[in-house]
């Protein structure tokens, strides 16, 4: 079983990653992790030194990479279904689980912790709300292609471990 667990930033991917792989006995990988040791460079770095552009074509060819592996969870970045043909791909391969959240409350989230993220990186909090809203409505519509929506403020586990469980797999 592989699960894809997809969401915006700060959604809760990484955390929820770890509970629901340890509840469904399952390993689990983080995708920013996994890009940041193939390039022995940290997500930052990377986006800082060689652009968006690079970034997104080695997600996708780490994300190919996560097709290959049994029993696992991966939390994928906030941007990785929204290139190329991930979001499909991802599907195809796996069930994907889009971790909800409004606005609002991403955004309480994302301000204390802006500095660790390049894409918001110094933004005021005003035009980090105005980004967050805009980006969302953007993402929503392949967000809402997962296998599984749920909402993320209020997540529990052994909920969603019988959701995943009951999804027919492909």
Not at 18 to 31: F, I, M, N, S
Not at 78 to 93: A, L, R, S
Request: charged fraction near 25%.
């Amino acid at each position: 079983m592989l699960v894809y667990l997809i969401g915006f930033m700060g959604s809760g991917k990484t955390t929820v990653g770890e509970k629901l792989a340890r509840k469904l006995g399952l390993a689990c990988v983080d995708l920013d992790e996994l890009i940041e040791k193939k390039n022995k460079k940290s997500v930052s770095q990377l986006f800082n030194e060689k652009g968006e552009d690079f970034f997104r074509e080695c997600e996708q060819e780490v994300l190919r990479s996560t097709f290959k592996m049994k029993n696992t969870v991966v939390a994928c970045g906030g941007g990785t279904p929204c290139f190329f043909e991930n979001m499909q791909e991802m599907n195809k391969n796996g069930i994907t689980v889009y971790l909800k959240l409004t606005p609002g409350s991403l955004f309480h989230r994302l301000a204390p912790s802006k500095a660790a993220r390049p894409l918001i990186a110094g933004m005021p909090d005003l035009p980090l709300m105005e980004y967050i809203v805009k980006e969302l409505q953007q993402r929503e519509p392949i967000y809402e292609q997962a296998s599984i929506v749920i909402r993320g403020e209020s997540i529990k586990i052994d909920e969603l471990a019988l959701l995943i469980r009951k999804h027919p797999v492909q």
